[in-house]
């Protein structure tokens, strides 16, 4: 059964240390999600994705309903046992997918960026659900809140989170706040449809939406404080800028009844966790650390860096890397680290060889895991700042 | 040091039980040697490699001298250290890959197929070696059996091959001799070589090329049994069909000086290892394992398919795998099939996540070792037909 349980409050901010119980063990928070999109993280067998420190992982509903279908997963005993995870698992809604997939482009429209032309399958929006088209057989789709929530239901997840539209960036005032009233409507019926289903044992989180604007935000969360939900999702459009979803974020967190459980919905830069961390988000999820690493990206400390970068990542195609044997980070317990050069997964990049991806992904989990284990460890003593220096500064 | 030792010799063949002894461990004979042909298992973690019972190793020469090239595994501190084995390993001389690319087919031609119309990179062909054209970046490289052996000392196997023209099958019989008189005399200069730079820490294995004539397979096994090498490895044109192969290793193998140890270059269907077995070879190698694996195909005992082919491999793209929820062989205990469905891995094939690839190749890997394990423990009672009957007759 489902459980949070704040363990200490900080003095300096919002930021909290807490406990998340589920049917299939505990997490500590503040905590990493680490995205299983299609019931994988990609190029990982699931022991190495456990090894280095995962918690929890999240899975798609959007691309789970459409391959292999829920009923075959149901079927296969659950998401659980099908992908072989025994850990607690997190499922969203669908909602984001089909709206972000459904504009043309994944999160692009959600970011604000120009609406991408691409083939859109987002057919018609209307009080009963959004209907799309499969992107494996071209087969109509409805998706409601109920459908997602069966769907939900047969995955199997210990989290889960109600149907709501994923407000876009480009539309007005109006169409949030309408959009916004939809989704709690949407709610409410994810939330009737789970306990006329469900056991008890899944946990539904109401997704907070409101754009940019601060009283549709506050709006949002006084609908969600005052529902039968055992915690939050802060989603759509968050700002064009990382100044403004930080805003955003902050402000919506404040509003939130904060003895329950609050996660941000596809949110995990580093910078971007130590700034949610002080608002008291309790878990972050992002496909991030897992999408660059197919790209050769490896997350480090800033002062790893071996350009002049101000980020949070290097770069092993850069030909620096042709004959440095040494691990990716010197100080790094991954499994990666304590068996394979820098020089030899920049060999790996330079052939094509897919391995690349699975080694540095590992290290990437890994860290993302010891990155919020440092934050929890500086929580007990207020001291965050202390392991954002180490972390963000040169 | 390099040492075979035959520890049983069989009644009913040719067959013999034996062991390889290398400065990184010992390999029990028959025994397959799988492909790390860019100094990686495709897909996979060195562990599970290991994981999976295997005793040797394969890289390629060719395509490691142009990425990274050998210079930096050499600084690296050779080929163990640099991907992370610490088991036997084993180097082709990079004649296989010149020859067969250079020819516009990958092993099309040396099988005896149509020529294949591509881009072909081999560009001349002397006494003094092969010159050629880097698929990399272009860059003319002449590869001689010095250089072959320079390369292979760098990279550091335990067991390295001696540099040879890899004989096409659409040369008629006079090519075929003299391509083998060359690669006679491109042997005697790879062991003067490697007798130069190395410690003799390194074995020479020396080719045996002739293509489908006795006589020229019998000169270059006279030539071969009377060189100071420390053992053979049957290599070039084997014939077009199983039968005419079949002949060739036999015949070929029965002119070796049988003392001493035997590797069939390049084969290692199901069928064609209990042929090889029963000619006194020692160890196989083909990439079919894991390339097949990567195409949705795991290897089986013909009693364990669902459907009527006559193959040794279960293709898990099939329709009737969507919702079979039982491991891809039942009796296998391998990392896949202890904790993945069929059904699962068909999902993973569907949804083309490369986790299906990595995670056959695992059962592939695994089933392999464990059929030369069968084989193994069938020639201490000269039992061999019932390991057969078992895994090739339904």
Same mark, same amino acid.
């Given at each position: ?219 949002? $969360?006084?609908?969600?404080?005052? !529902? ?9 459009? /968050?700002? *064009?800028?990382? =100044? &403004? ?105 330079? $052939?094509?060889?897919?391995?690349? !991806? ?9 860290? /993302?895991? *010891?990155?919020? =284990? &440092? ?20």
């Amino acid at each position: 059964m489902f459980k949070f349980e704040i363990r200490q409050k900080c003095e300096k901010s919002a930021a909290r240390l807490g406990t998340v119980y589920t049917d299939h063990g505990k997490i500590e928070t503040p905590g990493f999600i680490f995205c299983a999109t299609k019931a994988n993280i990609k190029g990982l067998t699931i022991d190495k994705v456990k090894e280095a420190g995962t918690q929890i992982i999240l899975s798609n509903t959007y691309h789970l309903m459409l391959q292999p279908g829920s009923e075959i997963i149901k079927e296969a005993g659950g998401l659980h046992q099908f992908m072989g995870w025994d850990g607690p698992m997190f499922t969203d809604s669908g909602g984001f997918q089909i709206f972000s997939l459904g504009y043309g482009s994944i999160d692009a429209e959600i970011k604000g960026a120009q609406l991408l032309k691409g083939k859109k399958t987002m057919l018609a929006l209307s009080e009963a659900g959004a209907k799309f088209r499969s992107y494996i057989d071209g087969k109509i789709v409805m998706l409601t809140p109920e459908l997602s929530m069966r769907i939900q239901h047969d995955l199997g997840a210990d989290i889960v989170v109600s149907f709501d539209e994923c407000t876009p960036y480009h539309v007005n005032k109006l169409y949030t706040a309408n959009s916004m009233e939809k989704s709690k409507r949407w709610a409410l019926r994810s939330l009737n449809e789970l306990k006329r289903i469900g056991d008890g044992s899944q946990a539904l989180l109401v997704v907070i939406q409101g754009g940019i604007y601060p009283d549709l935000r506050m709006e949002s $969360a006084r609908f969600a404080n005052e !529902g039968d939900f055992q915690g939050f999702a802060i989603g759509g459009c /968050l700002g *064009k800028t990382k =100044s &403004e979803m930080y805003d955003i974020v902050n402000l919506t967190s404040e509003m939130l009844d904060k003895t329950k459980y609050v996660h941000l919905l596809g949110i995990g830069g580093i910078e971007d966790i130590f700034n949610g961390v002080k608002c008291g988000i309790d878990t972050f999820d992002c496909v991030t650390p897992t999408r660059i690493a197919r790209h050769g990206a490896a997350i480090v400390k800033k002062r790893e860096l071996r350009d002049n970068t101000m980020k949070n990542y290097m770069n092993l195609n850069n030909a620096l890397f042709k004959n440095d044997f040494k691990p990716i980070s010197s100080s790094c317990q991954c499994y990666t680290c304590l068996n394979f050069s820098r020089a030899y997964i920049h060999h790996l990049l330079k $052939a094509k060889e897919i391995l690349s !991806g699975s080694l540095i992904s590992i290290h990437n989990i890994y860290t /993302l895991n *010891k990155l919020m =284990s &440092e934050i929890r460890n500086s929580l007990k003593t207020d001291s965050l700042a202390t392991v954002y220096k180490e972390w963000c500064e040169r």
